[in-house]
């Protein structure tokens, strides 16, 4: 016999679903939306070299929020995302400023250090 708690949790669970395909939606469509909006700023509004910085604060923003509308709706934020919209933002400014730091390297560093320090559940070890 199911109970109302049951059916009420499976809803829940399913409205989380859809909010979490919804949001991966308008994750991409924000991001191909800043992408063209770019390339259409004539060259006296944002010089080609500022280009990619631009689009890396764009994205950065949006993993960024995305994270933040999960937390406010209650679903667990996404950490790999959170760390890349920091990076971006931060390569994004930097590269705006001239900051000259290879923040490429240091993701990869940190990738491969979480991945050491930080097994995924369910993985099996090597050997």
């Known amino acids: 016999m199911t109970t109302q708690s049951d059916l ?3 809803g ?3 409205e989380k679903r859809a ?3 919804r949001l991966d939606g308008i994750r991409w469509g924000l991001l191909f939306l800043i992408i063209g909006f770019l390339w259409l700023l004539p060259d006296h509004l944002l010089p080609k070299d500022k280009w990619v910085p631009a689009a890396a604060v764009g994205a950065g923003i949006i993993l960024l929020g995305e994270n933040a509308v999960r937390n406010l709706a209650g679903i667990r934020s996404r950490a790999g995302s959170t760390h890349l919209g920091v990076l971006a933002v931060a390569y994004g400014v930097g590269r705006f ?4 730091f ?5 993701a990869f560093m940190l990738v491969g250090a ?3 320090l930080f097994p995924r559940k369910g993985s099996r070890m090597c050997g």
């Open 8 to 10: 009420s949790a499976d």
């Open 12 to 14: 829940d669970a399913a």
């Open 19 to 21: 909010l979490i395909r």
């Open 97 to 100: 400023y001239g900051v000259d």
């Open 102 to 106: 290879p923040f490429f390297v240091v």
């Open 114 to 116: 979480a991945i050491i």
